[in-house]
């Protein structure tokens, strides 16, 4: 498949279980694609890791088998845009680049208790006020305070300004651009738990509460920006990053929700919704988080946000740690050979609950069982909880939302990642949310979204409007399940709920 420009945008995707290179036309079509997957390692109960320099490496690996192709199909590469596993941490020593400890995944519970006693000493309100979130394990934060406090020496080297602080955009980009730039963009920014998103700059405040040495922290950019030049002996070419953003804000972007109300789920490791609010900064009231959703511009719109934890993990933990399945494809035929769940819930807690309900310690749980249960029903159960955690979330959107806004008038969710492909998924996400689901046709809307950024700042896009009118449906599910059915299904969802809550 070839292009009919000469041009084309090379993707980074940097994601929890896999590091993926993608070529893209200005048009979105998908003209190359490298991946190779990526370990967790879980060396405690509670803790999530990886190693950097398997990340580094892969990356490498797959860009430059991406930009071989692109060559043999003589297209210029106009610039690399960054998307990346959002809250994941590093800190590496400045004058070498090597880590000083293994990168402590978004997943990772192990400051929980820490996070409990910031909660009880009652600085939840403020720090919701600054930067959007709540307090938990999942933010940046108490994974850096971790990180000094535990790694000998880690402390002294950061106050001498020895060392430096990264989410995984923001490592990739220091070892491309052969440590020249240490930033990072907005979107990652606001995920630290230390970034005022509403004055968009590094809190001090925040910065003293966690104990964090100031020098560790990134310059921030806009999601649009120069933010350097790749090394040419480790591409082939001195190439531009032009376009930098957390994997959920990439993927706001490359579904086209520019307008206030519209939203996004992704559907991968966890599952993301983001709901476009428009320029002003709003907080919750039903425990989702502020976020900034892109700044293009000096343009910044924000994002209310609700995270799953856990969404094709409990397919992969189904597969490799049960055996109940070949592969994730299966999951679907297995599922439709049963009528119902059978009573069956699978609660899929593994590294606690997210929105709404931040409970860090909570614990996976399969409810329901009988003798008549089987295989089929606990995979069917796992699939369902796709859709009865998508309706936690979209339900306190609804109720947070502007009564005027897109979500309220057009009632459509956008949804990408790799349980999109699964058609039981869909459908049933569409029945239990009681609204029209849309699968774009450009399914890698993160990488997309992170193209589309570069595009931006290599002039092949002259603005929005450009991605929005790439942006088409190529499937769409209705829902078609009966009110009363629904409702019923919802609430032994909310009954498993509560066993596992602490």
Request: with cysteine; glycine share 8%.
């Amino acid at each position: 498949m070839t292009s009919k420009s000469r041009f084309a945008l090379l993707a980074i995707d940097q994601g929890t279980t896999s590091t993926r290179a993608i070529l893209f036309s200005e048009t979105g079509e998908l003209l190359s694609v490298r991946q190779k997957t990526l370990a967790l390692l879980c060396p405690r109960k509670g803790w999530v890791e990886q190693q950097p320099e398997t990340i580094w490496n892969d990356t490498l690996q797959v860009s430059r088998a991406v930009i071989e192709d692109a060559q043999q199909q003589g297209l210029t590469i106009a610039a690399i845009g960054i998307a990346n596993q959002r809250e994941t941490t590093l800190i590496w020593d400045r004058k070498t680049g090597q880590p000083v400890y293994n990168a402590i995944v978004w997943q990772d519970r192990r400051t929980a208790d820490d996070c409990v006693k910031l909660e009880n000493a009652g600085y939840g309100s403020s720090i919701t006020e600054k930067t959007g979130l709540l307090i938990d394990p999942y933010f940046s934060a108490t994974k850096i305070a971790w990180i000094l406090d535990h790694v000998p020496d880690a402390r002294s080297r950061a106050e001498s300004g020895d060392l430096a602080f990264g989410t995984i955009d923001s490592f990739l980009l220091w070892r491309l651009t052969g440590g020249k730039v240490h930033a990072t963009d907005m979107t990652n920014a606001s995920r630290t738990m230390l970034y005022d998103i509403t004055h968009q700059r590094w809190d001090n405040d925040l910065i003293r509460l966690f104990n964090i040495p100031a020098a560790l922290l990134p310059d921030v950019k806009a999601n649009v920006a120069d933010f350097g030049q790749t090394l040419p002996d480790l591409l082939g070419a001195a190439y531009t990053i032009g376009g930098m953003a957390g994997d959920q804000h990439a993927a706001l972007i490359g579904q086209a929700c520019f307008e206030s109300g519209m939203i996004k789920a992704t559907y991968g490791t966890g599952c993301f919704a983001l709901m476009n609010i428009g320029s002003d900064f709003k907080t919750s009231r039903n425990k989702l988080i502020t976020t900034i959703g892109y700044c293009i511009n000096a343009d910044t719109h924000y994002a209310f946000e609700g995270s799953i934890f856990n969404a094709g993990t409990v397919i992969q933990w189904l597969r490799d740690n049960l055996g109940l399945l070949a592969d994730a494809p299966q999951s679907e035929a297995i599922t439709l050979s049963v009528p119902d769940n059978n009573e069956v819930y699978f609660v899929p807690a593994f590294t606690g609950l997210g929105a709404p309900y931040w409970q860090p310690q909570a614990r996976a749980a399969i409810t329901g069982l009988s003798r008549e249960s089987h295989r089929a029903h606990i995979v069917r159960a796992a699939l369902e909880a796709q859709g009865y955690q998508s309706r936690d979330l979209i339900d306190v959107m609804m109720a947070d939302c502007d009564s005027e806004s897109w979500l309220q008038k057009n009632g459509v969710l956008r949804i990408d990642g790799g349980m999109a492909g699964n058609t039981f998924v869909c459908q049933f996400l569409a029945d239990m949310i009681d609204r029209v689901v849309e699968v774009p046709a450009v399914m890698e809307s993160t990488a997309w979204g992170a193209a589309a950024l570069a595009g931006l700042q290599s002039n092949i896009f002259m603005d929005l409007a450009d991605i929005s009118g790439n942006w088409s449906c190529a499937r769409r599910y209705e829902p078609v399940m009966d009110a009363s059915e629904r409702q019923a299904l919802y609430a032994g969802w909310k009954d498993a709920v509560k066993r596992v809550l602490k």
